[in-house]
């Protein structure tokens, strides 16, 4: 089934999360495992602005669905760093702009060159430069949504588990817009297929690797996604990314792990 944009945009909300009783943390406050994981997913989510910066300068923002999309799922993604962030501050921890702005700038000419290298890497491929586009974002979609789930597993505290619940409902309907895009485009072109298998297998890395510490990385993903359940869980978003058109046998996900040396 084709995803209906027009209704998407017209429903698109901020996560809820006032009706949710913060100030339990106080007396029931979260492990500092949790609150590091929670603190390195508040930092994707900000920074999702600047995802949304250097595709503004790809063939994908002349589509106008895609281009719907992506404002509302800039704005979506927004909310779910304020949600997390308000959850931190109940644990005194303060996610300051200047400190997102400071980790942006020590990224330094990386950071700067990243919207020339998409703009030249997009005129040089043309419009299959959206399919690759939209297969990756799935690929990252359906890992929040396992990260937001799994996390929401592994804690005891209702409350984050319903708020980790909620952000993950809203991520579902961003993997299904890209989904729905990349089959399609996928399906269209052959080129596409080759272009976007290379990619993926060469250059995707976890949601953060580009931003963060590898050592903040190899914590969440060991807290995440190792051990069985773990792998259970890295597999399935494996098979959901192979079973778009060009794209069969991709194991991203789980080699990630490896590669990061998270226990099996």
């Not at 209702?158 to 579902?172: D, H, S």
């Amino acid at each position: 089934m084709a995803f209906d944009i027009d209704r998407y945009t017209a429903t698109s909300v901020a996560v809820q999360w006032a009706d949710l009783d913060l100030e339990r943390f106080r007396e029931h406050p979260l492990e500092e495992t949790s609150l590091r994981t929670l603190r390195y997913m508040t930092d994707v989510e900000y920074h999702t602005v600047c995802y949304t910066r250097d595709l503004l300068t790809t063939p994908s923002h002349r589509d106008p669905d895609v281009s719907a999309f992506m404002t509302m799922w800039n704005r979506e993604e927004f909310w779910h760093g304020e949600a997390l962030a308000a959850v931190l501050a109940m644990h005194g921890v303060t996610v300051e702009y200047d400190e997102l702005k400071a980790k942006r700038l020590k990224l330094g000419w990386k950071d700067r060159l990243d919207p020339i290298k998409q703009s030249l890497l997009g005129s040089l491929v043309g419009s299959d430069f959206i399919a690759t586009h939209m297969a990756w974002g799935a690929a990252n979609e359906w890992s929040a949504i396992t990260a937001y789930n799994r996390m929401a597993e592994l804690e005891s505290d209702p409350v984050l588990a319903e708020l980790l619940r909620r952000i993950a409902k809203q991520e579902a309907r961003h993997v299904a817009f890209y989904t729905s895009q990349a089959r399609a485009r996928l399906a269209a072109s052959t080129k596409a297929q080759k272009l976007t298998r290379f990619a993926l297998k060469r250059f995707w890395a976890p949601v953060g690797s580009t931003i963060m510490d590898r050592d903040d990385v190899v914590h969440v993903m060991t807290h995440l996604m190792s051990g069985p359940d773990g792998r259970d869980a890295a597999r399935k978003v494996d098979r959901s990314i192979s079973a778009l058109p060009g794209l069969s046998g991709l194991s991203i996900v789980e080699d990630a792990l490896n590669g990061l040396g998270i226990a099996a």
